[in-house]
C-alpha cells in the first residue's frame, strides 16, 4: 500500500511540473484533471473572486444596508413585499385562547440588477519592464475601487426620495446664509426632520443619516457634541446617536431641483441644492450579481504588445417601503 502510494505521489509530482511548465509557455490552453483552467481564464476567475469576496463598502453607509445576494437569480433580485395593510395584533396578559390565527400573503416584485461597467485599463510589456512593482495587480484594485465608489454613490440616489411627501419628507434647511445664499444646516433642522419620522412612527432604532460635507461643516461650527464625535469617528461613522441619527459624511449625495424640489437624475448636470439623506436600514437592502473580467493579454496584440482589462459588475440597493426615507436639501436665502 505505502508503495503504490508513493508510486502516486511521484507520477502526481511529475504530471503537476509537467503541467506548470506547459502552462507558462502555452497559458491559454492547459486545462487540469479537474476542470480548473490554468492561464488567463484562471486569472479572470481569481479576479472576479477577489472582487465579490472584497466588494463589502467596508467603513461607509452601505454597509449598514443589509445584504441579500440570497434573493438574487440571473442577475435580478426578488424582492419581497407584504401584501394588504393588517399587521397581527399584540395581545397583553391574554387569558382567551385559542390565539387568533391568520396567514400572511406576501408579493413579490422582480428587479433587473443594475449593470456597472468600468472603462478598460492598459498595460503595455515596456512599463512591466521598466517598473518594479505589478502594476496590472494594483489596476484591477483600481477598478475595483471605482466600482465601489460608484455604486455607493448610485445607491444612495436610489433610496433617496423622489420628492416631498406624506411618507416621505423633504425638508429645507433654515440656517444663516453662509455667503452664497445657501442657508446653513442646525441642529434645529435635524430635530424637525426627527419630529417628521416620529409622527411618521418609523422605528428609532436604525435610522441613518447621510450628510454632505457642506451640510457636515455647518454642524462641526454650531455644535461641540458634533465636532467631538467627528474627531472620534469609529468604522466610518461620525456619530452613533446624534437626534436618533446614526451618522456618516459623504462626498456625493443625490441633488434635488432647485425649482420643484424633485430629485434629479444621478449624474445630472444641474447644479441644484444639495441634500442629506436618511434612511432605514431595516427597510433597505443591496445585492450583488455576477461579475465579469474582461481581459486580453499583450501577446494577443503583436502590434502594440500591450494587455487591456476591466470589469462588469451587478449590483443594486433598493428601498422595500417609503417608510424611513427622508432628505433634507440647502434652503435658499431670500433675495
Known amino acids: 500500500m505505502k508503495s503504490a502510494f508513493r508510486i502516486f505521489l511521484v507520477l502526481g509530482l511529475i504530471v503537476a511540473t509537467v503541467v506548470s511548465g506547459f502552462a507558462k509557455e502555452n497559458p491559454e490552453v492547459v486545462t487540469l484533471a479537474s476542470g480548473t483552467v490554468v492561464g488567463s481564464d484562471l486569472k479572470n476567475t481569481l479576479n472576479e473572486k477577489f472582487i465579490l469576496k472584497k466588494f463589502r463598502h467596508v467603513g461607509t453607509w452601505l454597509g449598514e444596508v443589509m445584504s441579500k445576494d440570497n434573493w438574487v437569480n440571473n442577475d435580478t433580485i426578488k424582492i419581497p413585499k407584504r401584501a394588504g395593510d393588517s399587521a397581527p395584533s399584540v395581545l397583553i396578559n391574554n387569558t382567551v385562547y385559542p390565539i387568533a390565527t391568520a396567514g400572511r400573503d406576501d408579493e413579490h416584485v422582480v428587479v433587473s440588477l443594475n449593470k456597472y461597467d468600468t472603462e478598460n485599463r492598459e498595460v503595455t510589456d515596456d512599463e512591466l519592464y521598466a517598473i518594479a512593482y505589478d502594476k ?32 416621505t419628507p423633504v425638508l429645507e434647511t433654515t440656517g444663516e446664509d453662509d455667503g452664497t445664499g445657501r442657508l446653513r444646516l442646525t441642529r434645529k433642522d435635524l ?33 461641540s457634541s458634533f465636532e467631538k464625535g467627528y474627531h472620534n ?19 456625493y449625495t443625490p ?15 444641474n447644479p441644484g441644492r444639495t441634500s442629506s439623506i436618511v434612511f432605514h436600514k ?23 504588445r500591450k494587455s487591456v482589462m476591466g470589469y462588469r459588475l451587478y449590483f443594486g440597493c433598493y428601498a422595500l417601503m417609503d417608510q424611513g426615507q427622508a432628505a433634507i436639501i440647502d434652503g435658499k436665502a431670500a433675495v
Do not use: C, M
Open 136 to 167: 496590472e495587480g494594483d489596476v484591477n484594485l483600481e477598478l475595483k475601487e471605482e466600482l465601489e465608489e460608484k455604486t455607493t454613490d448610485h445607491a444612495l440616489h436610489s433610496i433617496s426620495p423622489v420628492g416631498n411627501t406624506a411618507d
Open 191 to 223: 430635530i424637525s426632520l426627527k419630529g417628521k419620522l416620529d409622527k411618521l412612527k418609523v422605528p428609532k432604532k436604525g435610522r441613518i443619516l447621510v450628510l454632505n460635507s457642506d451640510h457636515a461643516n455647518d454642524l462641526l461650527q454650531e455644535d
Open 233 to 251: 469617528r469609529t468604522e466610518g461613522a461620525i456619530s452613533i446617536n446624534y437626534y436618533g441619527f446614526k451618522i456618516y459624511e459623504d462626498v
Open 255 to 269: 441633488v434635488y431641483d432647485d425649482t420643484t424640489l424633485q430629485k434629479l437624475a444621478f449624474d445630472s448636470v
Open 282 to 304: 431595516k427597510t433597505t437592502a443591496k445585492a450583488k450579481g455576477t461579475v465579469t473580467r474582461y481581459a486580453r493579454s499583450s501577446k494577443e496584440d503583436p502590434e502594440n
